[in-house]
């Protein structure tokens, strides 16, 4: 499984992993993007993370293929 590191909207701006193959859709805003996947929350609604980085930013992440951290060192 490969893990691509986004940093959350918030006061703590903490990082989150996310799934490339669980990604369904982008939503580009002016001042973060919306990142919408397949993992569900309670009632079956969708996931959706709200991140720093810029849509262009989030596609090549999500696109290429970097280095993996090993487990338990992400």
Avoid: C, K, W
Avoid at 12 to 18: D, E, G, T, Y
Avoid at 34 to 62: C, F, K, W
């Amino acid at each position: 499984m490969r893990l691509v590191q986004f940093t959350l909207i918030g006061q703590a701006a903490m990082p989150v992993f996310i799934n490339p193959d669980q990604v369904v859709s982008l939503v580009a805003l002016p001042d973060r993007t919306q990142i919408i996947t397949t993992a569900t929350a309670a009632h079956g609604a969708t996931i959706v993370y709200d991140v720093t980085e810029l849509a262009g930013e989030v596609v090549r992440q999500l696109t290429t293929n970097p280095v993996v951290a090993a487990p338990g060192r992400a």
